[in-house]
């Protein structure tokens, strides 16, 4: 029987997906093999559209519009140092309001393998914007947009999905096009399809769509912003804006903000909350207390801040007009500023490349004990670039740049946004970031890992995993609150699960993983694990992660030499007496027990840790019927 045991091992990860699901363990970012982005319109549909790519490592990436049955599809060689642009057809930019079109655009690297950066680039004279473009593996189920008021054309925004069947929820705050503020409706969307929607009113706070939010039944991408829009509203001139939205599951409790070049009088803010009673702190000094999907416009602010919140917040950063007090050049654009939590070490990034810009600037923001070595293209910027964010740990610079591609480099992590400017013109976008699942809320329950081992051909052990993440919304009567019983762990939030999102190697030695076709968000995923040299043991750690952030882990141990897991009084047998030790121990958390005694790794020692241990019983008296319930 000491063939029926699970081990741990070598990783060597089989994954069979259209589009990439998992990878080797490896962190969400800006980075990806695979993206699907879209365009919206300019004030007046006279303007370029364009991707900017750049990479790491050479690789060849094939660029198609639209995704589905594409009338454009060009492979462009992208080469290290430089930045390649593809121009493509004005119509990716042009929709039919309220409205699902195969309107958007899918870039991937060809061996489907290498990764590489993408920029989303609007261009025209006097309105151009760009934004850091994301790959699907970073798509999630929730969002909530930020745009500005509405000078020409309104507030806008689209929401694009990866995978078939894709049920997208939108409650917009202000009326759009076909339907009404406050008023949820649903659109379905399909792989590479796409909604766009737009405000009914084109002037004014009417045309703004800020907080309106999104969820999904699939992992989405979203990109927000204005057709045209004067900021403050009291200036000239309008300028196209927008930014790809980032998920809520993404965003953090600490933002730094160092003000734009080009506007000694400062930057404008708005501060957007993800839950109710979420108190907004600027510098350690309380702002205001926000509900979910509000948010707090700042006046302009020069110099350096922090904005910090008791919930996950996220911060948007909006360029003046030109026609501002102090401006130098430029004109409105807006600006996703990282959390903190979302730091990298190092970064590959581009300027907006064709000349369209005088002046290109890098703002970053750097832990207080890397000023002296951080760098920019291998050169250390130098401490006394840099200057203190107060009531931080950090200080930032502004450095200039020549076009092209860039690489910065620290020892701890650090941010960075990258800005250029032109008369009446200018840009800004975060040049990278992780895009991890920090924020849990809306789901606070982890996975459930479990796992049995069976015998495969030829009597050798196979191990067949499931991660489940299935449990309902805990708002059984839909009215949008918790009524007495309903908050089943007790932390005051309705709590609904949202699946599966990732299965990752972490370790292993000996064995092979094979995880089939999966969509993110599936309610349970399955998948085998087999011995690579079925003479040797073989062993290894597989996580399970849900689309906010929890996680399970698989200990993998499979192999003869292995002691039986379930043999809790060490006789080398599992029998009724071990099953009954695991059950007598039932609801009581690892920390207080024996943590052998949690057989499937959920934190909790209890009757499913002994039903896992019938198929390894040598007594016959151990089948499921005798346990207890």
């Known amino acids: 029987m000491k063939q ?3 081990r741990v091992c070598r990783l060597f990860v089989m994954f069979f997906s259209f589009f990439m699901i998992n990878s080797a363990y490896a962190n969400i970012d800006n980075q990806g093999n695979e993206f699907i982005l879209a365009f919206m319109p300019n004030f007046d549909n006279t303007n370029i559209v364009e991707l900017h790519l750049a990479t790491e490592v050479a690789t060849d990436v094939q660029v ?41 655009v899918r870039a991937a690297a060809v061996n489907g393998i290498d990764e590489f950066v993408a920029y989303v680039i609007n261009r025209r004279s006097f309105s151009t914007d760009a934004a850091l473009g994301l790959p699907i593996d970073t798509f999630n189920t929730e969002y909530i947009l930020s745009t500005y008021n509405a000078t020409l054309g309104g507030g806008q925004f689209i929401v694009y999905a990866a995978f078939d069947n894709t049920t997208v929820t939108i409650t917009p705050t202000n009326n759009i096009t076909g339907n009404l503020a406050g008023v949820p409706f649903d659109v379905t969307l399909n792989s590479g399809e796409a909604y766009y929607g737009r405000s009914s009113a084109s002037v004014g706070t009417a045309g703004s769509l800020m907080g309106t939010t999104v969820s999904a039944t699939r992992p989405v991408g979203v990109i927000n912003g204005n057709v045209c829009t004067n900021i403050p509203s009291n200036t000239s001139f309008c300028d196209h804006i927008f930014e790809v939205a980032q998920p809520v599951a993404s965003w953090g409790t600490e933002i730094l903000v160092t003000n734009l070049p080009n506007r000694p009088n400062g930057s404008i803010y708005r501060i957007v909350a993800s839950e109710d009673s979420t108190n907004i702190d600027q510098d350690g000094v309380s702002i205001g207390n926000i509900n979910r999907g509000e948010f707090i416009e700042t006046a302009p602010l020069p110099d350096n801040h922090v904005f910090s919140s008791d919930n996950p917040i996220y911060v948007v950063q909006f360029m003046t007009g030109s026609s501002s ?53 291998g050169t250390p910027i130098g401490a006394g670039s840099f200057t203190a964010i107060p009531n931080t740990n950090f200080s930032s610079a502004v450095v200039p740049l020549t076009d092209g591609t860039h690489q910065t480099l620290s020892a701890s992590p650090h941010g960075i946004t990258v800005e250029g400017y032109n008369q009446d013109d200018s840009y800004i976008y975060p040049g990278g970031a992780l895009f991890s699942f920090i924020n849990p809320a809306g789901d606070a329950n982890p996975p459930l890992c479990t796992s049995e081992v069976t015998m495969g051909e030829g009597g050798v052990p196979m191990l067949l995993a499931t991660a489940t993440d299935n ?16 908050d089943l762990n007790n932390n005051g939030q309705i709590d609904e699960d949202t699946g599966i999102f990732t299965i990752d190697s972490i370790s292993g030695t000996n064995i092979i993983v094979t995880v089939p076709t999966f969509v993110p968000s599936d309610p349970q995923v399955q998948f085998s694990v087999v011995l690579v040299d079925e003479t040797m043991p073989g062993t290894g750690v597989v996580e399970a992660s849900d689309g906010a952030g929890n996680s399970c882990t698989f200990n993998i141990m499979l192999g003869d030499e292995t002691p039986l897991m379930c043999d809790v009084n060490g006789d080398e047998q599992v029998d009724r007496i071990d099953i009954a030790a695991i059950a007598r121990n039932r609801n009581v958390p690892v920390s207080e027990g024996n943590p052998a005694l949690d057989i499937n790794n959920d934190g909790v020692i209890n009757v499913v840790d002994a039903r896992l241990c019938v198929s390894q019983c040598t007594n016959a008296r151990c089948a499921p019927t005798q346990l207890p319930q």
């Open 471 to 486: 449990r309902p919304s805990e708002d059984v009567n839909g009215n949008g609150v918790l009524d007495p019983g309903e």
């Open 325 to 377: 007090p102090g401006a130098v050049t430029g004109d409105p654009s807006m600006g996703n500023m990282i959390p903190s939590e979302q730091y990298l070490s190092e970064y590959t990034f581009s300027t907006v490349g064709g000349n369209q810009f005088a002046e290109n600037f890098l703002s970053i923001i750097a832990n207080n004990a890397d000023l002296a070595t951080i760098s920019l293209d």
């Open 64 to 104: 198609q519009y639209p995704v589905n049955n594409p009338t454009f599809d060009t492979t462009v060689s992208v080469i290290p140092g430089t930045v390649t642009i593809v121009e493509l057809p004005n119509a990716a930019s042009i929709w039919t309001q309220n409205a699902v079109a195969n309107n958007a």
């Open 4 to 6: 029926q045991i699970t």
